[in-house]
């Protein structure tokens, strides 16, 4: 595996921790504050997350085999 879709694959690894502990915080008992703030970074860290899926996909298309 390239050194390239490495880094991608634990970068994508980070961010999924992340989002989940935003996860967590709007399974909570609702405090608007908190949870329009954990909303927004949930929503920036999934896209985030896609861009990262599409480059892990792009990578792993155009590396060598074995």
Request: glycine content about 4%; hydrophobic content about 45%; proline content about 3%.
């Amino acid at each position: 595996m390239s050194e390239r879709l490495e880094t991608l694959k634990k970068a994508r690894e980070r961010m999924t921790e992340d989002r989940d502990a935003h996860a967590k915080v709007l399974a909570l008992p609702f405090d608007r504050d908190k949870a329009e703030r954990a909303r927004n970074k949930f929503i920036e860290i999934q896209v985030l997350i896609d861009a990262l899926d599409r480059a892990i996909n792009g990578e792993a298309a155009i590396a060598p085999a074995g």
